[in-house]
């Protein structure tokens, strides 16, 4: 295999000239305009521009919620571009975890039963399950959060339990959009600094979209869209090349 | 499991919605059930009055008899007749009767009507005549020149219990016949056809007035139950020999009133129909209510790996929920109401003059009939299921990024 294909075998996410055209009233709209990024494992990358560049489109097209109108997606070195709605369902399941910015959690389950939920789905048994969520509870801190419903948690904590749900099955990458904009910004930096120490102990490639600076300054790697063109890429000092 | 228990705590999110829901379908179900109960209960009544005022379960005549009534068609061989009849099974009791029609009257007014010779005894056991007496006393055995009548055929004819009227018809030999009667006893059974056109003497004096020897001219037979005419027919039409006499069973004789039970049936079958599809479209709303509300909700869950498959299963389970709670509550409710009024009856006093031209009661027993009920739940399943299919394809259906994304 030539040199291209050993840069694949490092790198985790590739776009090729990833393209999104929404139909709108019969125009087309270039939501994101051949974007080619490279994403490699361990990194702690946010997307940035402002409202409208294609951060959330480029991050549904990764996390595989999405296909592109043209171009390639490579994950983990196959092309995820042309899979099928289940294949790309299965995919989710077993290399993503997404945290979003609202209605992270399932109303209805307690905090560790929606961590539970996703090794559910992939047929973990019952013990099985229930070790690994209460071991994940006890590395985040949230052992006290176990019986609690949503509802009876600060956002703070559901963002907590989402992250804690979003890692349980030990994904290739976990993506978030805008993942403290509905938290303080003492509760945004303690959520942000808590996903670094993970990145760090844990090796967990985090790939972000924020508008936030101090939540941006927080990466190590940024890369800025605008009107769904990549127009930079800043590196910080922290970043593992 | 994760996913049923996920279905009942989603349920229990909005529990006035379930509840009304699970209300609507319960109630729906236990109005279904009393419906059929009403017209089970009206229709059994209705075979049950034929069967114990006219008819018996099965009856024998002469070949013809039954087109003609023509008094010479007399029933060939009956003692080889009865002894055949007294060794078949499920036999409880017969009678034989003497029938003709003739003329009722003092000498002031008179009216035609069917006369029966009967052997009282044998009678009381085959049809309930005697317990619908309510002046004098019913026909005994010795009964000699007594006469019982309806009590519509009374009024008109002017007579009560002692007084005397003249029975006239014309006998076998063709020569006219008659004789005077007390009135042993005047009945009311509520039927037209009984009260205003029906006598009966004994059996001795019915073959003395039509100068008949020994001979009848119908054997009424009464089983066990309903359910044993048709082995009771095979059985008997085995030991007869064949042609020799019309063997007819109650529904044959009064066919009018298996004809109303199946009118009334497909009325029924049409209001439960409508109700079910009422109940059904109830449900639908609620379980799109409900998908509606958690769109965002679905999306997440689809985004972090749920198929479209476990997300409609969800749906259906929820909807699946929501109706066995309603049966249950429908079944219990119509049960409960049904046997009520399977005791207490609903009387109809007012309707008395509209029934008696029938053979409904002015008192109805509601009755439970497991296959109606039965029928009626899988029905309403089936159909509930099938339209609550819509909601729960268009939850399976969402794409993940518009629903987290809606605004």
Known sequence: MGE???????????????????????????????????????????LSGPSGSGKTTLLNLIGCLDRPSEGKIYFDGNEVSKLSQHQLTEFRLRKIGFIFQDYNLIPAF???????????????????????????????????????????MSRGQQQRVAVARAIVHKPKIVLGDELTANLDHKTGTE?????????????????????DPAVLKQANRIITLEDGKLTGEKVGANVSL | MLLL???????????????????????????????????????????????????????????GYQNSLSPELTLQNREGLIQKLTALPNLVAFSERVKCEALIGTSEKSRGVILSGIDPEREIKVT???????????????????????????????????????????????TLSGFSYYIKGIFHTGSQTLDEVSAYISLNSAQELLALDHETHEIVIRLARRKAIPAFLKELKTSLPSGAYDVSTWDEIVPEVEQWAKWSEAIIRTILFAVMIVIGVSIMNTVLMSVFERTRELGVMMAIGTSPGRVIRLILLETFILELFGIALGLVLGYLVTIYFAHAGIAFPELERAFSRSYMSTVTYTRVEPVHVIQSIITLF???SFIGLYPAWKAGRMEPIKAIYRS
């Open chain 1, 110 to 152: 307690t905090a560790i039963e929606n961590i539970e939920y996703v090794l559910w789905l992939q047929g973990t048994g019952a013990a099985e399950r229930r070790k690994k969520a209460v071991e994940v509870c006890d590395r985040f801190g949230i052992k006290k959060l176990i019986n609690r419903r949503p509802f009876e």
């Open chain 2, 382 to 384: 089936v159909l509930t």
């Open chain 2, 5 to 63: 228990k996920l279905a009942f705590l989603n349920i229990g999110r909005n529990p006035r919605r379930s509840i009304i829901t699970v209300l609507a379908v319960g109630v729906g179900l236990a109005a279904l059930i009393f419906l059929w109960g009403f017209s089970d209960g009206t229709n059994e009544q209705m075979r049950e009055n034929v069967i114990r005022l006219l008819t018996g379960h099965v009856q024998i005549h002469a070949p």
């Open chain 1, 191 to 211: 959520l942000m600094e808590f996903l670094k120490e993970l990145n760090r102990e844990e090796n967990i490639t985090f790939l972000y979209a924020t508008h």
């Open chain 2, 128 to 174: 309930d005549l005697k317990k619908y007496i309510k002046a004098g006393e019913f026909l005994t055995n010795d009964a000699n020149r007594e006469i019982v009548i309806g009590d519509r055929l009374a009024k008109k004819v002017d007579l009560k219990v002692g007084d005397k009227a003249v029975v006239m018809t014309q006998a076998m030999d063709g």
């Open chain 1, 4 to 46: 291209g294909n050993t840069n694949l075998k490092m790198t985790l996410i590739k776009t090729e000239r990833a393209t999104k055209i929404f139909k709108e009233d019969s125009e087309p709209v270039f939501a994101l305009s051949s974007v080619s990024i490279q994403i490699e494992a361990g990194e702690f990358t946010a």
